[in-house]
């Protein structure tokens, strides 16, 4: 597909501000696979396993199919400078107390994921004061019971780390470039130097394991081994696959809109769904399947709405808010979902480890996130209790219970 002049020249200030690049930090497609590019005249040391060890000899939980799941969240007040962790039961009548208090600036921007199989959480939280706050945040390590551990800063401000299936951490850090002189015509966007740095868990040893210099690097997922970027540069975006042992890069899509979000991995198919901006229609957004083996693109959806908040849904199937924000419409899947918790924007936030249950937010304005789930094969759905008057970030479901 020919990419409109709008989506191919040189990205401005102006343009990029217009939907706001920073939200996809908080959170593309056109073209053929190409060749295999590498990063560095070769690849970094590998990263100590200590950390890896950590996780399946102290927190790693034998499976217990009898337990109800639950699912750790972390809840904010509202300007608080700190955070706790909570382990709540699905359908329980309120969260468990406070298993750990991370503290950070005042009112920061927290975002979590639990390590596989196990009660450990990695956090990412605002902790350097700076007028500047792209790379301002820390990665923490979080252990119910325990002293949250820094592990690392330059942290991109409100980024999500990336934990792999085997319990791999990934975060994007940075530092920041010169600012564009006053008087450039166009105005231009700093351009920064951006790395995906692996961590261990145990000691917070770093290694980098993609470098790029632009605007953004943001781990879009892992699939088959591999780290899924999207990457956002002064000319142009693309989305590659990152080998994260030796740091071979493949370019999947060579040439998109830089507006891409909400991103999410279907395994089974080998395919990278997220939300984009229209190529030649700047008032449609779209939601697209991409194929991660031939780099096909697959146009699912589109739309006036800018809140499609698409995910992959286990088993098959696409999830997403319509217009309108009518609540969760579930399209493909075994089982209906419609507008469970009734009009909002529903967010997908996590997927069980043997895909039976999904945790979502649920928003309104002026209204706290409401989490909730539902049982992927019946499309049941069950409260996840919370504490009230807090902002809360869903970082997924947890072992039932740690070794002795």
Known sequence: MRLSS???????RRRLHRIALPCALLAALTGTMTA???????PAPAISRVGRLLVPTAVAAPADSSAPPSVAILATPPGAARTTLHVAPIGGA?????????RHLSDAVVRARVVPRTRLVVATAETSPSSDRSFNA?????????????????????????????????????????EPQPDNEPAQLRVDALTIDEVDLATGAIRAVHRHTGHLAFLAGAWNGELVLYRVSPASADIVLVDPDSGA??????????????????????????????????????????????????????????ALAPYAWPGGGIAYTPERATGLFVVGARAAVRSPL???????????????WVAALHTNPSAFAVPFAIRVESGEVAAIPAPPGARIAVAGFTAAKEEP
């Open 249 to 306: 890069t493949r370019v999947i899509a060579p040439s998109i809109p830089p507006f891409a979000r909400d991103f999410s991995i279907d395994a089974a198919a080998g395919a990278l769904v997220f939300q984009e901006r229209h190529e030649t229609d700047p008032g449609l957004w779209v939601i697209d399947r991409l194929d991660l083996a031939r780099g096909k693109r697959t146009r699912l959806e589109a739309s006036a709405s800018h």
């Open 342 to 356: 009734g009009p909002g924007i529903d967010a997908i936030q996590a997927v069980s480890q043997d895909g039976a």
């Open 6 to 12: 709008y989506a191919c020249s040189p990205l401005t």
């Open 138 to 178: 820390s990665l923490f390590r979080i252990q119910p019971g325990a002293e949250p551990v820094a592990l690392c800063d330059g942290v991109v401000h409100a980024s999500r780390p990336l934990v792999t299936a085997e319990g791999r951490v990934f975060v994007s850090r940075g530092v920041a470039g010169p």
């Open 36 to 42: 295999v590019l590498a990063d560095g005249d070769a």
């Open 94 to 102: 309120k969260a468990g107390p406070a298993l750990a208090t991370l």
